[in-house]
């Protein structure tokens, strides 16, 4: 099984810092890339039966899809600033290119896709949010390409974890297609922290413990969660972001908690 920790490293001569595809992270359906631009670079990509999403986490930046262009989009510096993202999708077979105006940084999620589908923005004022969890258990949650938006496979989402608080708690698991109790989907996590210097530490575990790792991550790292339950904490003094790109066998989010921590959600 490939390391469930993907670390960030210096960009190549495309502007990627870091790429997950199917066969790296030994599994069907999920890629990620994470692309830094400066101003004026470009970069591009599409294949051929799989879809993908553009996200812009931070600066400002020109999108073709196609023969569709999306001008001067993104209206955050940084992942942590409280404004959502603005993203576009593309179909599956469609080539795009990317063009920075500031500093930017995109990441690209993909997965199978039929293609046919029309390339839209996905502007920031349409990404609903959310607070989910009390207390410690507290986090915000922004729903950039839910099962509401259309899409052949991908589920995409962020969290903004503030620190000294759990997020993905109770632990719960999404890798079995038995609706309607849980769906399957494979999952990477992107994480990013505030300030950069520090560290937050996701688990991913079976219930038969045949996987069972805690996963130390920093500034820039994904983590694989190809099965199991996969809980995340963020140490006192630092604010976690993740990214969650999703995709498996049918386009649904249905999971379950780990029995022996459910009562937590349910405790008033």
């Known amino acids: ?90 179909p599956a077979g469609v080539l795009y290119a990317i063009t920075a105006r500031t500093p930017l940084e995109v990441a690209i999620g993909s997965a199978p896709g039929a293609g046919g589908g029309e390339a839209r923005l996905i502007p920031s004022e349409r990404i609903t949010k959310e607070t989910r969890g009390e207390g410690t258990n507290t986090r915000y949650v922004r729903n950039i390409l839910p099962e509401t938006e259309v899409a052949d496979s991908l589920l995409i989402a ?45 688990r991913v575990y079976t219930d038969d413990r045949s996987l069972d790792e805690t996963v130390s991550v920093e500034d820039g790292d994904v983590v694989l969660v190809p099965r199991g339950y996969h809980p995340v904490g963020a140490p006192h003094g630092y604010d976690l972001y993740y990214l969650n790109i999703m995709a498996g066998p049918k386009r649904t989010w249905i999971f379950n908690n780990d029995p022996a921590h459910a009562w937590i959600a349910k405790k008033k």
Request: aromatic fraction near 8%.
């Open 158 to 202: 962020e969290v903004i974890t503030p620190g000294g608080n759990w997020s993905s708690y109770p632990p719960h698991k999404h890798d079995r297609l038995a609706e309607p109790h849980e769906s399957h989907l494979e999952e990477v996590y992107y994480h990013r922290l505030n300030p950069p210097q520090g560290f937050a530490f996701q």
């Open 1 to 90: 099984m490939p390391d469930l920790r993907v670390r960030s490293k210096q960009r190549d001569d495309s502007g990627a810092v870091l790429t997950v595809t199917p066969e790296s992270a030994g599994w069907t359906y999920v890629g990620f890339k994470v692309v830094k631009l400066e101003p004026g670079e470009s970069a591009g990509g599409g294949e051929v039966g799989r879809e993908a999403c553009l996200i812009v986490l931070s600066g400002r930046c020109d999108i073709e899809v196609g023969k569709q262009r999306f001008d001067n989009i993104g209206e955050r510096m940084s992942v942590f600033d409280d404004i959502s993202p603005a993203a576009v999708y593309a």
